[in-house]
């Protein structure tokens, strides 16, 4: 009898391990013969009341080792099995389908408000020119006739780099329009879109980083009509087809005359009273002629060469297409304000 049990079990052994395992049906034939509820393995464990005492331990374990053998056999069957389920259902997959899971981003609005004004310049043969962020004092101030000891600079508070008194993070893009010139000969004509930065204190309406887009046209003959033209033009493309504008007379130390150009925004309901103080007016940009000292610092003969030049703030500007009311909300990254802009079409 002992030696029956003990054969029984290891031809039972010898089955589970021979058995053939080859698809879903005879996985499934396995797991009920040697698993299921009713096992072969269930009734000889009954049999341990036929075993003598000193060999009952032993019959537990052999039994107990068939038994996780069993087990080992039908998981990795099993995973097997499901692995290349999983590679045949691509089968079936339709690569052309769309996607319905993919979550698609969208443009930062300060991006796509300054592609829209790139855009709107390179119809009318501007360029782009993007320049360093860190910049040094001659190009950012000297060069652009704002020597060290004008007042000027104290317009622009500026993050000088640790250990530099030349060093610094560029205060406006201007700072292209040196870059430009001393590496270029006329005509030129360019914009410079990019970051900029100023020590000034966050709050909703100024942040010490945002983004100008510089303009500078430098040819023969050059005029102030020329520049008028283009800003109108500019205006119009950007705030729709019947927008006024005027030129403020202003002071910048890179232009002779300088102006600030407002467009007119109206004065339609309440939120137009608030953003344009009641005058229907607002301002846009600053601009003028390009001063022939700025000319002559980057080596560009002012005899023979004239220009004009223009630099605008972007958050301002999106600001108002968006009607958004917190600057730093650009700077936030937060998904459920990005996720909202799409195109200023
Ligand atoms: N750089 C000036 C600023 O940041 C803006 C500016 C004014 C740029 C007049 C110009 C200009 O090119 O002609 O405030």
Same mark, same amino acid.
């Given at each position: 009898m002992q030696t029956d049990i003990f054969t029984t079990l290891e031809e039972l052994n010898k089955e589970i391990h021979s058995?053939? =395992?080859? +698809?879903e049906t005879t996985l499934e034939a396995f797991r009920i013969k040697f698993?299921?509820?009713? @096992?072969i393995l269930k009734d000889l464990f009954g049999e341990i009341k036929n075993v003598p005492n000193e060999r009952k331990k032993e019959f537990g374990q052999v039994i107990n080792a068939i038994k996780a053998g069993a087990e080992e056999r039908f998981l990795s069957a099993k995973e097997v099995m499901d692995a290349s389920k999983a590679k045949n259902s691509f089968k079936d997959l339709d690569l052309y389908l769309p996607d319905d899971t993919a979550h698609k981003g969208s443009r930062h609005p300060i991006s796509l408000v300054l592609s829209k004004i790139v855009s709107i310049f390179e119809r009318i043969g501007f360029t782009v020119a993007e320049e360093r962020e860190i910049e040094d004092d001659w190009h950012n101030f000297t060069a652009m @006739?704002?020597? +060290? +000891? #004008?007042?000027?600079? +104290?317009m622009q508070d500026t993050f000088y780099l640790?250990? /530099?008194?030349?060093?610094?993070?560029?205060? #406006?893009? /201007? /700072?292209v329009q040196a870059r430009v010139m001393t590496s270029t000969q006329p005509p030129i004509r360019i914009i410079a879109p990019g970051r900029v930065y100023r020590n000034e204190t966050i709050s909703a309406r100024s942040h010490c980083q945002f983004h100008q887009v510089e303009g500078l046209y430098i040819d023969e003959k050059v005029s102030f009509a020329d520049m008028k033209q283009t800003l109108l033009y500019f205006a119009r493309e950007m705030y729709g087809i019947q927008t006024e504008i005027r030129l403020r007379p202003s002071y910048f130390p890179f232009t002779e005359p300088s102006a600030e150009m407002d467009v007119y925004w109206g004065l339609k309901d309440e939120v137009d009273h608030r953003i344009t103080k009641g005058t229907g007016w607002l301002e846009i940009l600053g601009c003028g002629m390009v001063d022939p000292a700025v000319l002559t610092n980057c080596g560009i003969d002012a005899e023979k060469y004239s220009g004009f030049a223009f630099g605008m703030g972007i958050e301002r500007q999106a600001m108002l297409l968006y009607r958004?009311?917190? =600057?730093r909300m650009y700077f936030e990254n937060d998904v459920r304000f990005l996720k909202q802009f799409h195109s200023v079409g």
């Open positions: 058995f053939r =395992i080859e +698809d698993l299921g509820t009713k @096992n @006739n704002t020597p +060290d +000891d #004008h007042p000027a600079r +104290d640790k250990d /530099s008194v030349t060093r610094l993070l560029r205060t #406006h893009t /201007s /700072s958004v009311s917190d =600057i």
